[in-house]
């Protein structure tokens, strides 16, 4: 499939997904928005290995559309916050890990796409923020929720009431990224972590990624327990008897 706003590229397992409006400074309608979804959807399933997801040029999203959301009627946006959340929540659940490689502006709904996605690395430009509060709305694509588990509650609402955009070094510390590498270098490093995951034994890998999302869903007794019955499914999978006669035998595995 092709898409005029959207790319997926694919280099061995590992599928890199650009959002491609550079003259808007990627920022999201809704033909990109499904766009990203079919591409998702696509990317699953021919089994990708790990996605790494990106901006054309140098912004990685600069939101949600403001030219065309500024008319909609409550009823309209409804269903405009439906086709965000259903694609981040197609990279929350995407069967392999995701890297956000956020190579500049990432605002509002860009934000709330790196937000979704497992892991994130920023460029040394790279500005983050969800600045709704400034065209007198609210996050709508998952920010309100996401953001507080990823950067602790005091500084999601310093962030969200204030509309902060933060510079790479500050996304850092607050850890809303895990690291910042220079502009030059944030493609390799993103490629050489999806390899790396890629790499990685695929239904345990799998297995994780929901363990670890489900532990959001409920209390922490819910998620212990899913754990257990996460943890146990994986024994007798070709993997996990692998990866251990790998370890007992000293070998290197062989992962299916
Ligand atoms: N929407 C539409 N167009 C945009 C957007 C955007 N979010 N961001 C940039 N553009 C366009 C500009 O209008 C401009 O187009 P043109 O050349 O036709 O005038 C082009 O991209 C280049 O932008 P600038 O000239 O402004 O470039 P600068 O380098 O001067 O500034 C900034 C870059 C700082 C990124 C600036 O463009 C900016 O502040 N953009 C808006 C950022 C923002 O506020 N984003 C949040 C949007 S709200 C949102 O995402 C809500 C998500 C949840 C929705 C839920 C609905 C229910």
């Not at 790319?7 to 590992?14: F, I, K, Q």
Request: net charge negative; charged share 25%; proline share 3%.
């Amino acid at each position: 499939m092709s898409w005029d706003t959207v790319r997926l590229d694919w280099d061995g397992d590992v599928a890199t997904l650009t959002v491609d409006r550079p003259d808007a400074l990627n920022a999201l309608n809704v033909a990109t928005l499904e766009a990203m979804g079919e591409a998702l959807e696509e990317a699953a399933d021919d089994d990708a290995r790990a996605l790494v997801l990106t901006g054309a040029g140098n912004a990685f999203i600069a939101g949600a559309d403001i030219k065309y959301m500024r008319e909609l009627s409550a009823e309209e946006a409804q269903e405009w916050g439906e086709l965000g959340h259903a694609v981040a929540d197609a990279l929350e659940t995407f069967p392999a890990p995701t890297i956000a490689a956020v190579n500049g502006y990432a605002f509002g709904g860009g934000c709330e796409m790196a937000l979704a996605c497992d892991l994130r690395i920023a460029s040394e430009s790279a500005v983050i923020g969800n600045t709704e509060i400034d065209l007198g709305i609210i996050p709508g694509w998952g920010a309100t929720q996401r953001l507080p588990r990823l950067v602790g509650d005091e500084t999601a609402r310093r962030m969200i009431f204030l509309g902060e955009r933060l510079d790479a070094d500050s996304a850092a510390e607050a850890d809303l990224v895990g690291e910042v590498v220079a502009d030059d270098e944030l493609d390799d490093v993103a490629a050489e972590l999806a390899d790396r995951l890629a790499g990685k034994p695929a239904f345990a890998m799998r297995t994780a990624k929901q363990a670890l999302n489900q532990g959001y869903e409920g209390s922490l007794a819910s998620g212990l327990e899913y754990e257990k019955r996460a943890f146990a499914s994986l024994f007798g999978s070709h993997d996990q008897r692998e990866g251990m006669a790998a370890f007992v035998e000293d070998r290197e595995p062989e992962f299916e």
